[in-house]
């Protein structure tokens, strides 16, 4: 198998699902990490994929989190 177009990104918009395929493996198992998101495994238990459920919703409170955490950063380095 050829994984020279991998990592590969999907997006499924009606279920708001968003897919990372790391492998072109089948996948044997899954692990959920969170409510959120499920790792996909193969037979071996090496991560082959991740599934985000409510991407949308997901997406975008990681980077609101990631850009407050940021900003916080920033103005205590200027206040010191």
Known sequence: MSNKNLPRL???EQEDILH??????PEAGSVEISP????ELNEQGELIGIEI????????????????????QLS?????
């Open 20 to 25: 990372l395929a790391l492998s072109e493996e």
């Open 10 to 12: 999907a997006y499924f």
């Open 53 to 72: 459920v409510n991407a949308r919703e997901f997406l975008r409170d990681v980077i609101l989190e990631t850009v407050q955490a940021k900003l916080l």
């Open 76 to 80: 205590r380095a200027s206040a010191a």
């Open 36 to 39: 959120s998101i499920t790792a």
